[in-house]
């Protein structure tokens, strides 16, 4: 508990404005997007790095359990506070420090939300190609916290190959600068890797510098409809035997259509899959592209090919797909969103047995993913009493699991939204990792005062 004397000196540091004390303020932090409920006593507002280190080194010496959060989009129940304890927000780390489009790169605060970025570099020749669905809420500091995805990895590659320099605050309380500010700085370790995607363990990142892109000169958009997923799984394959790598592209099928894109009134029948395609390139090599992804999609069965009339019609596509999960776990109470990652000569054998096992069960679910990289999302929902759905959710989710493991498949942590399925579904870890991350964790943050959740 933060008793009258750090609290004093927590003012001291950021001022009335940079303190929430107030039941309405506390309660709008007190949960993420894994709908896990715990209220902060307080929420800690900084605007430099300089009174990061401060905070951290307070917490550090009173042994403070603290939680970090960005915009709280995260499935995972990190960004909430500890039981009765505190919680930065980085919320007002809000800058875009420098775009130089001379050196290609960017220099945000954590607190940037993620859309902003490409929004700032519209009148510029160049973009940031990474975009989870959440970037109109999440900011940048929780994409690398997390090391989030976007739907154009196959191409573009992950955050990690953006991530050029990060400026780090660790127990007990210094400031760590790694990487740099150009394209290439391979001294030492990677140091930039390890903090990426360690969701606040080691640090409280405070600075951010990005790779940027040439700008693709045009971009076109496209659907499709199949009477089953074997038929879209091959036209992966084809147009990347023509040389056609598309920047997005998007499987979904006709339940998880019906629910998040209904106003596209596809009307699918319940075997039917939707193929939505992004290709980008040089205005005179598109045209082509399309014109050959077309023909493409009508050899391999496509029914109902429609490429976007103009650029409205495309962004109205990909912001329904940008919002399907919340369209998809929208009021109900408890949902279990699965990852897994599987070898692209599967995926066509997991979509079957996927229907056949869920087919069987009282569980509404809806499959989506991103077949250009072979990465797919289940969403499951149960009706009924809180333990009944617990234990049906768990029940499914395994032998989902047990599928995909059966096909070379990894699955990456579920997210359970609503609810705490416990270790019973977390996918068992190598013990060597596991020693090396504890030790990691024991260095950066000896006496485990960051994000104490696990
Ligand atoms: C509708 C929806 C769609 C989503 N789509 C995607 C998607 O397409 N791809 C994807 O990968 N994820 C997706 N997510 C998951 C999530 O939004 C992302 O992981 C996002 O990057 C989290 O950003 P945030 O700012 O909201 O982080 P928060 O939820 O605030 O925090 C997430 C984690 O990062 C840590 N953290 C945040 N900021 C910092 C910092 N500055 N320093 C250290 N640690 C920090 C927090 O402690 C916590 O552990 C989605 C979530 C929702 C709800």
Same mark, same amino acid.
């Given at each position: 508990?933060?008793?009258?004397?750090?609290?004093?000196?927590?003012?001291?540091?950021?001022?009335?404005?940079?303190?929430?004390?107030?039941?309405?303020?506390?309660?709008?932090?007190?949960?993420?997007?894994?709908?896990?409920?715990?209220?902060?006593?307080?929420?800690?507002?900084?605007?430099?790095?300089?009174?990061?280190?401060?905070?951290?080194?307070?917490?550090?010496?009173?042994?403070? *359990? /603290?939680?970090?959060?960005?915009? &709280?989009? %995260?499935?995972? $129940?990190?960004? =909430? #506070?500890?039981?009765?304890?505190? +919680?930065?927000?980085?919320?007002?780390m809000n800058r875009i420090k420098?775009?130089?489009?001379?050196?290609?790169?960017?220099?945000?605060?954590?607190?940037?939300?993620?859309?902003?970025?490409?929004?700032?570099?519209?009148?510029?020749?160049?973009?940031? *190609? /990474?975009?989870?669905?959440?970037? &109109?809420? %999440?900011?940048? $500091?929780?994409? =690398? #916290?997390?090391?989030?995805?976007? +739907?154009?990895?196959?191409k573009y590659g992950s955050i990690?190959?953006?991530?050029?320099?990060?400026?780090?605050?660790?127990?007990?309380?210094?400031?760590?600068?790694?990487?740099?500010?150009?394209?290439?700085?391979?001294?030492?370790?990677?140091?930039?890797?390890?903090?990426?995607?360690?969701? &606040?363990?080691?640090?409280?990142?405070?600075?951010?510098?990005?790779?940027?892109?040439?700008?693709?000169?045009?971009?076109?958009?496209?659907?499709?409809?199949?009477?089953?997923?074997?038929?879209?799984?091959?036209?992966?394959?084809?147009?990347?035997?023509?040389?056609?790598?598309?920047?997005?592209?998007?499987?979904?099928?006709?339940?998880?259509?019906?629910?998040?894109?209904?106003?596209?009134?596809?009307?699918?029948?319940p075997n039917q899959v939707l193929?939505?395609?992004?290709?980008?390139?040089?205005?005179?090599?598109?045209?082509?592209?399309?014109?050959?992804?077309?023909?493409?999609?009508?050899?391999?069965?496509?029914?109902?090919?429609?490429?976007?009339?103009?650029?409205?019609?495309?962004?109205?596509?990909?912001?329904?797909?940008?919002?399907?999960?919340?369209?998809?776990?929208?009021?109900?109470?408890?949902?279990?969103?699965?990852?897994?990652?599987?070898?692209?000569?599967?995926?066509?054998?997991?979509?079957?047995?996927?229907?056949?096992?869920?087919?069987?069960?009282?569980?509404?679910?809806?499959?989506?993913?991103?077949?250009?990289?072979?990465?797919?999302?289940?969403?499951?929902?149960?009706?009924?009493?809180?333990?009944?759905?617990?234990?049906?959710?768990?029940?499914?989710?395994?032998?989902?699991?047990?599928?995909?493991?059966?096909?070379?498949?990894?699955?990456?942590?579920?997210?359970?939204?609503?609810?705490?399925?416990?270790?019973?579904?977390?996918?068992?870890?190598?013990?060597?990792?596991?020693?090396?991350?504890?030790?990691?964790?024991?260095?950066?943050?000896?006496?485990?005062?960051?994000?104490?959740?696990?």
């Amino acid at each position: 508990m933060v008793d009258q004397k750090l609290h004093k000196q927590f003012h001291q540091i950021l001022g009335p404005k940079g303190i929430l004390v107030a039941p309405q303020d506390l309660s709008h932090f007190s949960q993420d997007a894994s709908r896990i409920h715990s209220p902060p006593s307080v929420v800690l507002q900084p605007q430099t790095t300089s009174q990061v280190a401060k905070i951290i080194e307070l917490a550090h010496e009173h042994r403070l *359990p /603290i939680s970090i959060r960005g915009g &709280g989009t %995260g499935l995972d $129940g990190d960004a =909430v #506070a500890p039981r009765d304890g505190l +919680l930065v927000s980085l919320k007002k780390m809000n800058r875009i420090k420098e775009i130089s489009p001379e050196n290609t790169v960017a220099v945000v605060q954590p607190g940037v939300m993620t859309a902003r970025i490409n929004d700032q570099l519209r009148s510029s020749d160049l973009f940031y *190609p /990474i975009d989870p669905a959440s970037q &109109g809420q %999440g900011t940048i $500091g929780g994409d =690398v #916290a997390t090391g989030a995805h976007g +739907l154009r990895t196959a191409k573009y590659g992950s955050i990690y190959n953006y991530l050029l320099g990060l400026e780090v605050v660790t127990p007990p309380g210094e400031v760590i600068r790694c990487g740099a500010k150009t394209l290439k700085c391979a001294t030492g370790y990677h140091l930039t890797d390890l903090f990426a995607g360690s969701r &606040g363990q080691f640090g409280v990142i405070t600075e951010i510098v990005l790779k940027l892109l040439p700008r693709p000169q045009a971009r076109a958009s496209l659907m499709a409809t199949f009477h089953e997923a074997a038929q879209a799984h091959r036209v992966r394959e084809v147009l990347m035997r023509e040389n056609i790598w598309p920047s997005r592209l998007e499987l979904l099928d006709s339940s998880a259509v019906e629910r998040g894109l209904s106003d596209l009134k596809l009307d699918l029948w319940p075997n039917q899959v939707l193929l939505l395609a992004e290709l980008d390139g040089s205005k005179s090599l598109l045209k082509d592209d399309v014109e050959m992804a077309v023909k493409i999609l009508a050899q391999e069965g496509g029914g109902r090919i429609q490429p976007a009339e103009d650029e409205r019609q495309a962004e109205l596509w990909w912001r329904l797909r940008g919002s399907l999960l919340s369209a998809l776990v929208g009021e109900t109470d408890m949902a279990l969103l699965l990852t897994f990652i599987l070898p692209g000569s599967k995926t066509a054998l997991f979509f079957e047995k996927l229907s056949s096992i869920c087919g069987t069960d009282p569980i509404t679910h809806y499959i989506y993913g991103h077949l250009a990289e072979g990465r797919w999302h289940a969403v499951l929902l149960a009706k009924g009493g809180e333990s009944a759905r617990t234990r049906d959710l768990t029940r499914l989710a395994r032998n989902i699991h047990k599928t995909a493991g059966s096909l070379g498949g990894r699955i990456l942590r579920p997210h359970a939204i609503g609810f705490d399925p416990g270790k019973s579904l977390q996918p068992s870890r190598d013990g060597g990792q596991e020693r090396l991350w504890s030790a990691l964790k024991s260095r950066f943050d000896p006496r485990g005062i960051l994000n104490p959740h696990e």
